[in-house]
């Protein structure tokens, strides 16, 4: 077992390679033959498929409709919001050609969606009978990435984005901050990542949005991710693209419009926040595989317990996502290995001697603890230990960012930590506070906390009287 576990980088020595090494052990992704874009294998695509089924709960309960909007831009549609393209220019893919011919206009790969869709609702739009307009989208993005690494930052993603448009600028802020905390439900429920909730600054505002609100979590390097967002964006895009209704007092008025969005980037994060150096630790609830059941025995011993583990998988498919491994080829320790790379929940392990004392072990990712527990009281075992993996992923990750979390004065203090966490500081309001500090520093003002734990009565930055508490990291 030694041997297979040197095939995985320890974080300590190289956390990139640890985990490049993670996801292509675990069989989660491999590389195209295009650079920067990423082929998302069963495995990685069934804890996505969780995620969506999750989310589209939620969307729905909240009157919110899945629906499609197309991959290609007309160049004319993106330019019509001018902070937003600029914002996004850089990274834009651009249709030149239709097979041979030359178009008369270029055609943007969507690297987001508001601009076709602002042009969409401008036609269904007319009336104050017609509003809200809820709606989401599942889909994939460009964005033409110089670097990448799979899931965190990609040239193509998965990923949802929701746009609406309401009556009332009240109506489109309380749909933006309804959706982020959809967003925490999900991320912190269902993925056991807890996150920071809080505004953007202006400087790391989405281009064109009048408020950023965003999620952030601290990756078990000690760097952040920005993980969800979601836009209040005013009346930027209902003027770009003329989304106007008649309101019930027979005046033309500017629709008030959102956008939110959250991504494949997640599972990069539920990587970062729960693996270790012995591969992938799954949340069951997101878990493609929760339980997996090793026989152990040869001969007429093991003709037994491989049917006895047959039944119980049959037995416990109703509970859980069980898998029987009866590969001959393997023996049980490269199957305890494996199982354990790919971050399965619990092992059940059956030997002669276990069948004939009607029991069975079960062993826990999360805390590599095992149990002996008798055949009669298994199911119930089963269910109660998978909440017990699924609260204690989320404690340990708690535990740990509050570990890593410091108060500072003076951004400076944050090198006797190695800038590794979460830096909770003053900040005067000045952009060139900010820019200064990620010059100097590489840290960046994640958010302005919703919840700020205290106040700083300085900048971390100049010294300056504070206006607020901010969040500072490094950052992927």
Partial sequence: MENVLKEITPKSIDYSQWYVDVIRKADMVDYSPVKGFMVMKPYSYRVWEFIQAAMNTRFRATGHENAYFPLLIPEHLLQREAKHVEGFSAEVAW?????SELLAERLAVRPTSETIVGAMYSKWIQSYRDLPVLMNQWSNVVRWEKSTRPFLRTT????????????TADEAERETRQQLEIYREVIEGELAIPVVAGVKSAGERFAGAVETYTLEALMSDGRALQIATSHFLGQNFARAFDIQFLDEDGTLKY???TSWGSSTRMIGGLIMVHGDDRGLRMPPRVAPIQVVIIPIGRGADGKAVHARCRALADELGSIARVRLDDRPEYTPGYKYNDWEMRGV???IEVGPRDLKAEQVVIARRD????TTVALAE????????LDEVQQELFRQASEYRGRETYTIS????????GYRGFFRGGWCGSEACADSLKIETGMTIRCLPLEPESNQ?????CGATSRQQVLLARAY
Wanted: proline share 4%; hydrophobic share 35%.
């Fill in 95 to 99: 249709v030149t050609h239709g097979g």
């Fill in 345 to 347: 929940p619990l092992r």
């Fill in 378 to 385: 298994l199911p119930s075992t089963v269910a109660r230990l």
């Fill in 255 to 257: 629709g008030w419009t």
């Fill in 156 to 167: 193509e993603f998965l990923w949802q984005e929701g746009h609406t448009v309401h009556r």
């Fill in 457 to 461: 009565a300085s900048c971390a930055m």
């Fill in 410 to 417: 003076r951004c400076q203090e944050a090198d006797a930590h």
């Fill in 367 to 370: 805390t590599g603890q095992k």
